[in-house]
């Protein structure tokens, strides 16, 4: 693809994450198809072999792995000598009790979604310091907001991205560097496909066993409804964060999202966790 004098100008070496699938494999596209460099990582290689033909540069990264990470930012500054815009979008969920899920699964959660995600950020922001520019971009959640039931380890990794991601911000704010949060709400991925039957095998044998089931079986017909959002719509807003001269601090979108959030901050504790029971029918004594 060719592109004019405008386009090679307006044109960010992007490094994006969790790009094998959904949000990110959509995201990918998108950017690419605006005249940028994309370099899209994940384990995952096999499944974004499709993005090869849009001109996307494929690598193999693990945000666990610190080699991989490593090997990932040379390759990129070998080829382009800078990188424009960072998008944390790789992520991990497994939904179960708190009592119930083992703490090697509770620590992967957090390293997928905190530490790799922290870690990819030290590595880019000296070279995004020596340009005097750059963007991060985290792709967040409501569950950074509000808790739902039996998500307990998941909220508390977003929870600590929400947290982590404004303390950048305001640290880089003198750098030049802009620091911006993705808040999707419900999204039509396997995501929720794969954290239903997390639950389902978390909590088998368990006293939770019976309302765990039916929350599951729940994320099973909810993540396969119409009523949620398209991952497009989420990759429009990570297109926005990456183009704007400006970005907003945070991009909240997705069905419901807003109103999660806010019914959260309205009702009282009591009734919020009330308002979850009814609607989970989580009506058995755990």
């Not at 310091?129 to 977003?158: C, D, E, F, P």
């Not at 398209?230 to 419901?256: E, H, L, T």
């Amino acid at each position: 693809m060719s592109l004019n004098r405008q386009q090679m100008e307006k044109r960010k070496v992007i490094l994006l994450t969790g790009a094998s699938s959904g949000i990110g494999f959509d995201t990918a596209l998108m950017l690419a198809g605006q005249g940028h460099k994309v370099y899209a990582a994940a384990r995952r290689v096999e499944k974004m072999e499709p993005l090869r033909d849009k001109g996307v540069a494929i690598l193999r990264m693990d945000v666990t792995d610190e080699a991989s990470m490593q090997e990932g930012i040379k390759t990129i500054l070998e080829a382009e000598g800078r990188i424009d815009v960072l998008i944390n979008n790789a992520g991990y969920g497994y939904f179960g009790a708190i009592e119930n899920v083992a703490m090697e699964e509770a620590r992967k959660q957090m390293e997928v979604n905190v530490f790799g995600l922290a870690r990819l950020c030290q590595l880019v922001l000296p070279i995004m310091r020596m340009q005097g520019s750059g963007r991060i971009i985290n792709t967040s959640s409501v569950a950074g907001k509000a808790v739902l039931y039996y998500g307990g380890w998941y909220h508390v990794s977003k929870f600590s991205v929400e947290a982590f991601s404004d303390a950048l911000r305001m640290e880089m704010q003198p750098f030049g560097i802009d620091v911006v949060m993705i808040e999707p709400g419900g999204i039509r991925t396997e995501w929720g496909h794969i954290a239903a039957d997390h639950l389902a095998v978390s909590s088998k044998g368990t006293p939770y066993e019976t309302t765990a089931l039916r929350e599951a079986e729940n994320l099973h017909k909810g993540y396969g409804s119409r009523f949620l959002s398209d991952p497009s719509v989420v990759a429009k807003a990570i297109s926005k964060a990456v183009n704007s001269r400006r970005p907003r601090a945070r991009y909240r979108i997705g069905a419901f999202a807003h109103a999660i959030v806010f019914f959260h901050w309205l009702l009282p504790a009591r009734w919020w966790d009330a308002l979850l029971r009814k609607m989970g029918k989580i009506d058995v004594p755990l």
